[in-house]
């Protein structure tokens, strides 16, 4: 996978209705990591939602943006699922999967109402889902001797790290992730701060949400 210093996206999922001239509309919205879980996740929904009229979507699972897609889902082409991934794409959100559940009311929207609906019903439900910044982190593992443990500790998370676990062997080995971007200055801080008595092993890079 491309590795890239950050990218938006939701987290969780959320769920918001709204009436639009008596049609009733539900949108839920989900972070997805690939096509697969983007298309799992429409199943899923279209599936709960059986018996609406439409099931519109639309999805960008790559973070650099690659492979987006949508569908009208029986509404009329261009008036759901693109405006629907344009709301996607100007608020800069991937790996996130929108799907608009529209159950028909009885009165006609229009091609202009039916974008300015499915577009807004999404906007909306953006605008209260949970947005993360997704970092990229580097976690290591450091070591010292038992004598230097508190030092280690503390210096851990006065230089800005988050400890992932503690273990205790014939050294005091801890696990700690720190944004890639602050990954250096963070290792020459505690290095310093033990007086270079401690080792360091590079264990893995990923992404992390942080709120925003």
Same mark, same amino acid.
């Given at each position: 996978?491309?590795?890239?210093?950050?990218?938006?996206? &939701?987290?969780?999922?959320? +769920?918001?209705?709204?009436?639009?001239?008596?049609?009733? *509309?539900?949108?839920?919205?989900?972070? +997805?990591?690939?096509?697969?879980?983007? =298309?799992?996740f429409i199943t899923k929904i279209?599936?709960?939602?059986? %018996?609406? /009229?439409?099931?519109?979507?639309?999805?960008?699972?790559?973070?650099?943006?690659? *492979?987006?897609? *949508?569908?009208? %889902?029986?509404?009329?082409?261009? /008036?759901?699922?693109?405006?629907?991934?344009?709301? #996607?794409?100007?608020?800069?959100?991937?790996?996130t999967a929108v799907v608009v559940?529209?159950?028909?009311?009885?009165?006609? #929207?229009?091609?202009?109402?039916? &974008?300015?609906?499915?577009?807004?019903? /999404?906007?909306?439900?953006?605008?209260?889902?949970?947005?993360?910044?997704?970092?990229?982190?580097?976690?290591?593992?450091?070591?010292? %001797?038992?004598? #230097?443990?508190?030092?280690?500790?503390?210096?851990?998370?006065?230089?800005?790290?988050? +400890?992932?676990?503690?273990?205790?062997?014939?050294?005091?080995?801890?696990?700690?992730?720190?944004?890639?971007?602050?990954?250096?200055?963070?290792?020459?801080g505690i290095i310093n701060r033990?007086?270079? =008595?401690?080792? &360091?092993?590079?264990?893995?890079?990923?992404?992390?949400?942080?709120?925003?």
């Open positions: 996978m491309i590795m890239i210093d950050k990218y938006y996206s &939701v987290t969780g999922e959320c +769920v918001t209705r709204k009436i639009i001239e008596k049609s009733k *509309f539900i949108t839920t919205s989900r972070h +997805v990591e690939s096509e697969e879980q983007a =298309r799992e279209s599936k709960k939602y059986s %018996d609406a /009229t439409h099931n519109c979507h639309a999805y960008i699972p790559d973070i650099t943006g690659n *492979f987006p897609r *949508f569908s009208d %889902d029986g509404e009329p082409q261009g /008036t759901a699922g693109m405006p629907m991934l344009e709301v #996607l794409k100007n608020k800069n959100l991937v790996q559940t529209r159950y028909f009311g009885g009165v006609k #929207l229009g091609a202009g109402g039916l &974008v300015r609906a499915y577009s807004g019903c /999404t906007a909306e439900n953006l605008a209260v889902a949970r947005i993360a910044e997704f970092q990229v982190c580097a976690e290591s593992m450091l070591s010292c %001797d038992y004598p #230097l443990a508190d030092a280690l500790l503390r210096g851990i998370t006065e230089h800005g790290a988050s +400890v992932v676990r503690v273990e205790y062997s014939d050294r005091v080995n801890a696990v700690v992730a720190v944004k890639k971007s602050e990954e250096e200055k963070f290792l020459n033990l007086n270079g =008595r401690l080792e &360091v092993n590079k264990i893995r890079e990923y992404y992390f949400p942080f709120e925003i």
